[in-house]
């Protein structure tokens, strides 16, 4: 770095490494974004008494360097939130296990009911009315996921329409994550796609490049009353993420990984949705896989989406 660069340090003293990033990236265009990138990880490298630019990518750290920034993470919701009660895990994958989902298009009534419980589990903004779903009416005949409607007001089901919740995809080649400049998004060995919150730059080239619409940005610091707040939380899930970076879906990998299921499926009024192991000869997501006339979304694309959706006839 040049000495210029390092006698400017002291004037930033209170940015943290995601703000540094943001600013290159707003200056900058998308052709000198990367390069920007290293000299800045460089002088983040240099400033030790910065916890956020100190911290390494997620895969990088060590149990102990876990541990205290998961510590830190549970202090600053107390302060922040008054959530006195959070407990955050960092359940790993479980060997020869791949999560799968699948939906029974004949008896989604379209209720939302799978929406508000992810919006309640996953520690969403409550004005904003955030979820990781969005349940599209369709009228029969069509699967165009681009002509449904997300925002009906009236009873359902309607007679003429089906529903269709979309949520992550949790794609075998998933275009988010290739497309991410500081791969602070990834495929785990059980097929769910995770964002490191305290990686991310909000750049939303994720969000763009996701032909689903499944991933979310926080413009604002989420609004949670203390006494809403789920206090089972993973890092890499529900936790309550900052202002300004992206997040999705994650199969609720904080319950799914422990043996329970998502909070969406439990929801469901109807049963129309199935979860588990896609490796598991006997699991019920295998079952329906061989069994049912099962479709993706956007299937011409190459995403190899492991959501699945069907219908009884």
């Known amino acids: 770095m040049s000495e210029g660069k390092h006698t ?7 940015m943290t490494r995601r703000t540094a990033i943001k600013a290159a990236g707003a200056t900058l265009g998308i052709a000198a974004f990367a390069k ?20 390494k990518h997620y895969k990088e750290l060590g149990p102990g360097e876990m541990d205290a920034v998961i510590a830190r993470l549970e202090e600053d919701a107390r302060e922040k ?29 379209g209720c939302r009911k799978c929406a508000e419980a992810c919006h309640k589990e996953n520690n969403h903004d409550r004005p904003s009315h955030n979820s990781y779903i969005r349940v599209l009416e369709m009228s029969k005949g069509s699967m165009d996921m681009e ?6 007001d009236h009873p359902v089901p309607q007679d003429d329409k089906f529903y269709m919740p979309v949520q992550c995809q ?16 990834w495929k785990e060995d059980d097929g769910i796609v995770v964002v490191d919150y ?3 730059i909000g750049c939303r080239y ?31 899930s529900n936790r309550i993420r900052p202002q300004g970076v992206m997040e999705k879906c994650t199969f609720c990998l904080h319950r799914t990984r422990e043996g329970r299921m998502p909070a969406c499926l439990e929801a469901c009024p109807t049963g129309s949705r199935v979860f588990g192991n896609i490796l598991d000869p006997d699991s019920e997501i295998r079952w329906v896989l061989q069994n049912k006339r099962v479709f993706v979304l956007k299937e011409e694309l190459g995403t190899k989406p492991q959501f699945f959706y069907f219908f009884d006839k």
């Open 81 to 109: 939130y008054g959530a006195e009660e959070v407990r955050i895990s960092d359940p790993k994958p479980t060997p020869g296990v791949k999560f799968a989902y699948a939906l029974n298009l004949s008896i989604c009534i």
């Open 147 to 152: 002509k449904g409607t997300a925002d009906y």
């Open 170 to 185: 949790q794609c075998d080649a998933p275009p988010c994550v290739s497309v991410c400049p500081v791969e602070a998004t």
């Open 198 to 200: 305290n990686w991310c």
């Open 8 to 14: 400017a340090l002291p004037v930033l003293n209170n």
């Open 36 to 55: 920007a990138l290293s000299p800045i990880a460089e002088w983040a490298g240099q400033n030790t008494s910065m916890d956020e630019m100190l911290q």
């Open 206 to 236: 994720c969000e763009a490049a996701c032909p689903y619409h499944a991933r979310r940005f926080n413009w604002t610091k989420p609004q949670i009353p203390a006494e809403e707040i789920n206090p089972e939380q993973g890092y890499l």
